[in-house]
């Protein structure tokens, strides 16, 4: 890393050096540096609006950048090892579409996790790749899924050996890390291409303490969310590309493709500041994060009733290591569902990030700090006072059934659909994906058959009084499906 170069932020620093000049604006926003914006927008801005600027002559181009973006994306390769990295102001979610279709034309197989994030599917219908599903592993006790291991990644490449691609989610949204590096090397040596949804890894590198990063494993391309959990503005985000990853210029273009043409130049500065705050103070605040968090682990497990899993985690064969920022809290202890527990968390002043089963999940970033930190536990061991705290039995959760894919999530979203009664849906091809929390993992996904396994599961899950994540129709009386 070039630590010299690092304390600089050249686009951000261009960004200010042009507002300085006041110029009298001829060209887009048409509020031309705040005069005709709405009063809603000057009192939240105020200043501010002068920096709202998209493509102009004066500064860089995202798209063919020769100045300071440029110089801010080679600062971003630099420290995060990689061989090109691009900007996104359409958050991860482009990146991982960028990446798909960079790497997939319509017909290729991409071999996926079955609980990918929604982008993944955004991915494979703009590009007509065909997904092939590693099962995942499931962690009954801790009501998370744990993803594919090796086995599943072996099994899925020996009935598809013409697979172009693997896609991993590293580390899941829990701070799960799979074996990364050696289901790399695997792919690798089978001809695959290794993506990464690295949404959740941002922080790893500046911590010895978490998980390696997608790049050190031996990924070809990983796209992060540096919007979410380290310090730039949400929606923005940066996709790697290693050094010497031949598709790189394609991933340039396809950038191009999924991007507006009028980035805003407030989220790319945004990027390439905190990009230098990693540099500089990365390996401190990140540490402070993992200790702040370990610290919270601990306290909220001497409250009777609550449990947050740590690195005992790692005792489930197919993890490799623990993002410990990432504080699954489980109120199962309390007779609580994570459901009640955000609302009951909620009146006590604190957000979470996510809620599932009997958990919530709070996430420790470089934003933290022992106030806030104390906020959360206070609040949990406020909600334990005045519940019996009880023993908690583990639910085995019902195996899934095999996805039958019959046509391209692109093809299914080209197809006309009907809606039809979920009792007479047997084998017709589901136009929508069904997931259950727990286990987070659809039961059903665009362009798959509905067999009797699928409608016997979800007609068990609704009995049971588990929600539907995804069907238009909530109550699943009916099912949208590809038209017979
Ligand atoms: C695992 C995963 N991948 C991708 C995304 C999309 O990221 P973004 O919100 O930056 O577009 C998310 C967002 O929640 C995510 O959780």
């Excluded at 079955?114 to 009501?143: C, I, N």
């Excluded at 380290?230 to 273009?253: I, N």
């Excluded at 994060?289 to 306290?299: D, H």
């Amino acid at each position: 890393m070039d630590r010299l170069r690092q304390q600089r932020a050249p686009f951000a620093e261009a960004l200010e050096a042009y507002c300085a000049k006041h110029m009298v604006p001829f060209h887009t926003p048409g509020h031309k540096a705040g005069n005709g914006a709405p009063a809603y927008e000057k009192a939240l801005f105020g200043d501010a609006l002068r920096r709202d600027l998209g493509l102009m002559y004066a500064l860089d181009d995202l798209f063919q950048p020769e100045g300071p973006l440029k110089e801010a994306m080679e600062l971003a390769a630099d420290l995060y090892g990689a061989g090109q990295t691009f900007f996104s102001i359409n958050g991860t979610t482009a990146c991982i579409e960028a990446m798909i279709l960079a790497v997939c034309r319509r017909g290729d197989e991409i071999i996926i996790p079955r609980e990918a994030h929604r982008s993944v599917m955004g991915g494979l219908v703009l590009s007509g790749a065909v997904p092939v599903y590693m099962e995942s592993r499931f962690a009954e006790k801790e009501q998370i899924s744990l993803g594919p291991d090796l086995a599943s990644l072996q099994q899925a490449i020996a009935a598809h050996p013409q697979a172009k691609a693997v896609l991993f989610t590293y580390p899941t949204y829990d701070g799960i890390a799979v074996k990364l590096t050696e289901m790399t090397a695997y792919a690798h040596a089978h001809g695959l291409m290794v993506l990464v949804d690295e949404a959740h890894g941002a922080h790893l590198p500046f911590s010895p303490d978490l998980p390696a990063s997608a790049l050190s494993c031996g990924a070809d391309c990983t796209a992060q969310s540096t919007h979410k959990l380290t310090g730039s503005l949400t929606q923005t985000s940066m996709l790697h590309c290693r050094r010497g990853f031949p598709l790189t210029e394609k991933v340039r273009a396809a950038m191009a493709l999924v991007q507006s043409t009028s980035p805003h130049y407030w989220f790319l500065a945004s990027l390439d500041s905190a990009r230098q705050q990693l540099a500089l103070y990365g390996e401190e605040r990140i540490a402070g994060a993992v200790a702040l968090a370990r610290k919270i682990r601990n306290s909220l497990n001497q409250i009777p009733g609550i449990h947050s899993f740590g690195r005992e985690i790692l005792s489930y064969d197919s993890v490799a290591a623990l993002d410990e920022t990432k504080v699954t809290i489980d109120f199962a202890g309390l007779g609580l569902d994570g459901r009640q527990a955000e609302q009951l968390l909620r009146r006590e002043g604190i957000e979470v990030e996510l809620v599932a089963a009997h958990h919530v999940l709070a996430l420790i970033t470089l934003g933290d700090d022992a106030e806030s930190a104390a906020a959360l536990v206070r609040a949990c061991t406020h909600i334990a006072g005045g519940r019996q705290a009880r023993s908690v039995s583990v639910q085995p959760e019902r195996p899934l059934p095999r996805p039958e894919v019959v046509v391209s999530p692109q093809d299914a979203w080209n197809g006309d659909t009907e809606c039809i009664p979920l009792d007479s849906a047997r084998d017709c091809i589901a136009a929508e994906t069904i997931t259950f929390y727990p286990p987070g993992i659809p039961v059903i996904a665009l362009g798959e058959r509905m067999t009797a396994e699928v409608l016997t599961y979800i007609r068990e899950k609704m009995a049971a009084g588990y929600t539907p994540n995804g069907p238009a129709d909530g109550s699943l009386r009916t099912i949208r499906i590809l038209k017979r």
